[in-house]
């Protein structure tokens, strides 16, 4: 992996990055089919109280994060690589979501600075031609796999670019019509105030 970035112009906020691919057989490759599952190794970084307390619905309380704290599943994709000679370097395009009800969305919002630690494991099929011009193909070793420390500070400038200053909840239709009453009812001018409206009311409490 030689780098990551945030795509600039993307209908979706959508992380880039650069992945170095070498032939070993000596042989043109015609094309690979290659399929990446990315997963975050939440065991391999430190988190502050501040994180903890974030991270509290996905893993429970710190003092269980000894048996809780778990590798999560973050995405499946799959890339069509050209053809190259002997290396080639192509993007891994990955769409991102601000649901925070996305596991891996609450995680990376969770996290303030330092790296998310990913894993991206491989499969698929290489297409080659032989010295004799025949076409083959070959699968990709199951333990075909990449670790890689992706800042965050990447991926909270990606997310800005498209949602500046803002976060995401959905909410039950009957919750939603009830939020638009009291909205309505207390004659708010945004759904920013409405919710800061209620909180007062649980902060006065």
Known sequence: MEGASGLEYAAVPTL?????????????????????????????????PGA?????????TPERWGDTLRTLPWLRTTLVVPPFRDATVVDLLVPCTYDLEVTATRYFAALKDGVIPLEFLFSGSVFFATAAGALQTTRIAWDSEVDYRLPVGIWKETMNRHFPGSAWLRLGSESFDRLCAY??????????????SLLDQEGSR
């Open 16 to 48: 880039k990055f650069a992945l170095r691919i070498e032939a070993v057989s000596g042989h043109p490759v015609r094309s690979i089919l290659l399929d990446a599952q990315i997963q975050i190794a939440a065991r391999q970084r430190g988190y502050d």
């Open 183 to 196: 909205k309505a009812r207390h004659a708010l001018e945004s759904w920013e105030k409405t919710i800061e």
């Open 52 to 60: 903890q307390e974030q991270l509290l619905e996905l893993f429970g």
